[in-house]
């Protein structure tokens, strides 16, 4: 093959899925001339298994997303069909929004901001090299020769990366949704010392909507109160939903059919070496694991307004073509269903994130950043959060300055990337709002306040998002100091107070010590707060969150600074751990690979006792 100069960028991005986009758009905004490569321009911001963004811990990333100048939250908004909070009866430190997109909207709507955005170009090629010059990426080369040269590289594969497709005993190489793989790279990275592993995930199949009969499904509607997840559509009249989503269930004939045919799943074969997600399982590894289940819940959701097809939610599979067209046609509702597309498995290669730092630039080869499913992570959002945090390191490292990380107290964010660069998961990781110990502190709905004065420091917060965010803060602030300081005389407060079911006072009190109370809310506040003005849904949302878990917030607020202490004991990074004498060998081992950066992050290493944190500890104090 013979190569040919084809241009000097100073990022180039492998990739342009929902990591690569948002690592494209960071590094062109922030200054840096930017080439995002995409192996097939109509994959740009595909969403090649669920049609739909957000969900529990996950809404969370978005809202982090947005408030830091990304574009997920805004793609969403424009190109939503059906809008829905999540876990609205529970507390609001796991309010998670959610919304079915328009499948093939939301990949115009990506491609095109790409399109427009400065100093991005963004081009169809596969590339099969990575270039290292002294010890640091330096650019890559097409498989048509056609070689590009830069200062940092970002790989943001996806699961083309070595992609093979799996449906029963058919097995072919392939990237997700029919496209072509993309093989050639791994071995280039491999040549280069990134140690790759292969993981799996899945897709269940898709069915026309005028073959399915949902009078035997639930309805399954969006909010009416339909919120978007930009903190710059905040206030702003988002439409209606325009779709719903249907619920059905798999049943004892479903089951049936699914052992009967175990030995036919790539997966039960022994096809499948690939690692999967435990959180997203496989419909047979669902009946297989859950024997005693007798059911399990199955969602139509709508690929868009401009197709007929709807994604099987619940029951990906890399069952034969036969075998699923007999188990799917078993569900009630979906008797005489014709299918489009088959479900399958996708297995692909990964690397182990604990060779990355917190910024995501790999340990072995300078200035080579890693985001995405690449990194092991499922998820369009932990991939755009990813990607966003890989985009703005490059260009803070080319600029010489400070890298940008974000920790566990801060953001879901911090939490996703920490979880990856010290504990190195072994399936495919997903967000969950479990994983995040000050997940009060870190709602979904105070993501602005958190998060974008460091977006505006960087560079990526525009003048227009940040006035607003100053507007909401102040008002937020004001309202919560008029809560606060206006008091309710005795007798009114006490009649409003067994009105709705609350024991009255014995004297006058504050706005705010009637809303802590449960039976109170902001809304029926109202009827004794005579001097309230307009406030935002938002602020308002956020006001009562403020007051009523005012306790809890202050107790996080003391762990936090806790966890903070332990963060700011910084290890040296040419630390010998192999000469500690005191530390165990694991404990040698693992502090050797990872090389934390701090006493709170080794804390969070497996294999590292608090034993081993304390001999930590004493070395400090003696090189201190």
Same mark, same amino acid.
């Given at each position: 093959m013979r190569l040919y100069e084809q241009g000097r960028y100073d990022v180039i991005v492998i990739g342009a899925g929902h990591a690569g986009c948002e690592a494209a758009l960071a590094a062109a905004r922030l200054g840096m001339r930017t080439l995002a490569l995409s192996i097939q321009l109509d994959a740009v911001a595909l969403m090649a298994c669920n049609p739909a963004i957000g969900g529990t811990g996950k809404g969370q990333l978005v809202r982090e997303i947005d408030a830091l100048g990304g574009e997920m939250g805004l793609a969403i908004d424009g190109t939503f069909i059906q809008s829905k909070m999540l876990n609205k009866a529970k507390g609001p430190a796991v309010h998670s929004l959610r919304a079915q997109a328009d499948k093939a909207a939301y990949h115009r709507w990506m491609k095109n901001v790409l399109e427009r955005q400065e100093n991005l170009e963004l081009k169809q090629g596969e590339a099969v090299e990575l270039l290292v010059e002294g010890g640091a990426a330096a650019g890559v080369v097409l498989r048509t020769g056609a070689v590009y040269r830069s200062e940092a590289v970002i790989l943001a594969t996806g699961t083309f990366l070595g992609g093979k497709i799996f449906i029963g005993e058919c097995v072919y190489d392939g990237g997700p949704s029919g496209l072509a793989a993309a093989s050639a790279l791994s071995r280039s990275l491999e040549g280069h010392g990134l140690g790759l592993r292969r993981f799996k995930t899945g897709t269940p199949a898709r069915a026309l909507g005028r073959s399915l009969n949902f009078g035997g499904m639930s309805e399954q509607a969006g909010d009416e109160d339909v919120k978007p997840f930009s903190f710059m559509n905040m206030g702003r009249d988002m439409g209606g939903n325009k779709a719903s989503c249907w619920l059905t269930y798999t049943n004892a004939r479903t089951h049936e059919i699914i052992r009967a045919n175990l030995s036919r799943s790539s997966l039960f074969s022994g096809l499948i070496s690939g690692v999967g997600p435990r959180y997203c399982p496989s419909i047979e590894d669902k009946v297989n694991r859950f024997a005693d289940k007798e059911k399990h819940q199955i969602f139509m959701e709508p690929e868009g307004l401009s197709t007929d097809e709807y994604y099987i939610q619940g029951m990906s599979t890399s069952m034969p073509e036969d075998v699923q067209t007999e188990f799917y046609r078993s569900i009630e509702g979906l008797e005489g269903a014709v299918f489009s597309r088959p479900g399958y498995a996708i297995e692909y290669d990964c690397v182990d994130p604990l060779e990355l730092y917190p910024t995501l630039e790999h340990k072995s080869v300078g200035r080579l950043f890693c985001a995405g499913q690449f990194n092991g992570t499922s998820g369009y959002e932990e991939a755009a959060a990813q990607g966003l945090m890989a985009?703005?390191?490059?260009?803070?490292?080319?600029?010489?300055?400070?890298?940008?990380?974000?920790?566990?107290?801060?953001?879901?964010?911090?939490?996703?990337?920490?979880?990856?660069?010290?504990?190195?998961?072994?399936?495919?990781?997903?967000?969950?709002?479990?994983?995040?110990?000050?997940?009060?502190?870190?709602?979904?709905?105070?993501?602005? @306040?958190?998060?974008?004065?460091?977006?505006?420091?960087?560079? @990526?917060?525009?003048?227009?998002?940040?006035?607003?965010?100053?507007?909401?803060?102040?008002?937020?602030?004001?309202?919560?100091?008029?809560?606060?300081?206006?008091?309710?005389?005795?007798?009114?407060?006490?009649?409003? @107070?067994?009105?709705?079911?609350?024991?009255?006072?014995?004297?006058?009190?504050?706005?705010?010590?009637?809303?802590?109370?449960?039976?109170?809310?902001?809304?029926?506040?109202?009827?004794?707060?005579?001097?309230?003005?307009?406030?935002?849904?938002?602020?308002?949302?956020?006001?009562?969150?403020?007051?009523?878990?005012?306790?809890?917030?202050?107790?996080?607020?003391?762990?936090?600074?806790?966890?903070?202490?332990?963060?700011?004991?910084?290890?040296?990074?040419?630390?010998?751990?192999?000469?500690?004498?005191?530390?165990?060998?694991?404990?040698?081992?693992?502090?050797?690979?990872?090389?934390?950066?701090? @006493?709170?992050?080794?804390?969070?290493?497996?294999?590292?006792?608090?034993?081993?944190v304390n001999v930590l500890m004493i070395y400090l104090a003696r090189a201190r």
């Open positions: 985009g703005v390191n490059a260009a803070l490292r080319l600029k010489g300055e400070a890298a940008f990380v974000l920790d566990r107290s801060e953001a879901y964010i911090g939490v996703l990337i920490d979880d990856l660069v010290t504990k190195g998961p072994s399936e495919p990781y997903r967000m969950m709002t479990s994983r995040v110990e000050y997940r009060l502190a870190l709602r979904q709905d105070n993501a602005d @306040l958190r998060l974008t004065e460091k977006g505006r420091a960087i560079g @990526l917060v525009t003048d227009a998002r940040y006035e607003g965010y100053l507007r909401s803060k102040a008002e937020l602030e004001g309202e919560l100091k008029r809560l606060r300081e206006t008091m309710a005389e005795a007798e009114a407060a006490s009649a409003f @107070l067994e009105s709705v079911g609350s024991s009255p006072v014995g004297g006058a009190v504050s706005l705010a010590d009637m809303l802590k109370r449960p039976e109170v809310s902001y809304v029926s506040l109202a009827a004794v707060d005579h001097g309230r003005g307009e406030v935002s849904a938002l602020n308002r949302e956020r006001a009562e969150t403020e007051i009523k878990y005012e306790g809890y917030i202050n107790k996080q607020s003391q762990m936090i600074e806790r966890f903070k202490r332990m963060e700011s004991k910084r290890l040296p990074a040419d630390m010998d751990y192999q000469s500690m004498d005191g530390l165990r060998l694991e404990a040698r081992q693992k502090l050797s690979q990872i090389r934390p950066r701090s @006493l709170g992050q080794a804390s969070r290493i497996a294999g590292v006792t608090p034993a081993d």
